[in-house]
Antibody, heavy 120, light 107 residues
Framework: EVQLVESGGDLVQPGGSLRLSCAAS????????MTWVRQAPGKGLEWVAN????????YYMDSVKGRFTISRDNAKSSMYLQMNSLRAEDTAVYYC?????????????WGQGTLVTVSS | DIQMTQSPSSLSASVGDRVTITCRAS??????LNWYQQKPGKAPKFLIY???SLQTGVPSRFSGSASGTDFTLTISSLQPEDFATYYC?????????FGQGTKLEIK
């Protein structure tokens, strides 16, 4: 059974840092692009960043470029999101998502999410 | 970036109704369009890929179609468990982008 379990969400002050983790199991982690998607309270889904199977390609939404860094450790079947210079508008539930891209691409498995709150 | 625009933003319907949700892409995305369902407090659930292909296990009352840059999600006969928020998402290019969501409520 595919499982994605996020951790690391917390209350942090503006300008602070946080590192989110995603532990994957039930599939061959190294064969898939992985993605972070976030959802601000009461708002819609927002793609944040993704990373290629071997970590050689990484992409970010404009508002987090230079502040967030996505990474992965295939030996540990884990993905990370280092978030620096956090702003109030980064407050959201962050989901770890597997992207299936063998043919049509889609987000087939989602974690339960971890809440990041940026507030003083 | 490709913009995805869903309509309506909200919709009230009754059990047994047929409902259609529309998603329009700001440019051609071929058939690279997916649909998700989200219930309050839960992670999204993947429903349809490539505009019209149902994910395994998704009830056949759900269907998707495409016409140019316009895509539709249709639920043929609403069931109580279908009341949720629905999102479209394009997988044609990075950044992957979502529509703003359509909240389907009980009338």
């Amino acid at each position: 059974e595919v499982q994605l379990v996020e951790s690391g969400g917390d209350l942090v002050q503006p300008g602070g840092s946080l590192r989110l983790s995603c532990a994957a199991s039930g599939f061959t982690f190294s064969r898939h692009w992985m993605t972070w998607v976030r959802q601000a309270p009461g708002k819609g889904l927002e793609w944040v960043a993704n990373i290629k199977q071997d970590g050689s390609e990484k992409y970010y939404m404009d508002s987090v470029k230079g502040r967030f860094t996505i990474s992965r450790d295939n030996a540990k079947s884990s993905m990370y999101l280092q978030m620096n210079s956090l702003r109030a508008e980064d407050t959201a539930v962050y989901y770890c998502v597997r992207e299936w891209d063998y043919g049509p691409a889609y987000f087939d498995y989602w974690g339960q999410g971890t809440l990041v709150t940026v507030s003083s | 970036d490709i913009q995805m625009t869903q309509s309506p933003s909200s919709l009230s319907a009754s059990v047994g109704d047929r409902v259609t949700i529309t998603c329009r892409a700001s440019q051609s995305i071929s058939s690279s369009l997916n649909w998700y369902q989200q219930k309050p407090g839960k992670a999204p659930k993947f429903l349809i890929y490539a505009a019209s292909s149902l994910q395994t296990g998704v009830p056949s009352r759900f269907s998707g179609s495409a016409s140019g840059t316009d895509f539709t999600l249709t639920i043929s006969s609403l069931q109580p468990e279908d009341f949720a928020t629905y999102y479209c998402q394009q997988s044609y290019s990075i950044p992957r982008t979502f529509g703003q969501g359509t909240k389907l409520e009980i009338k």
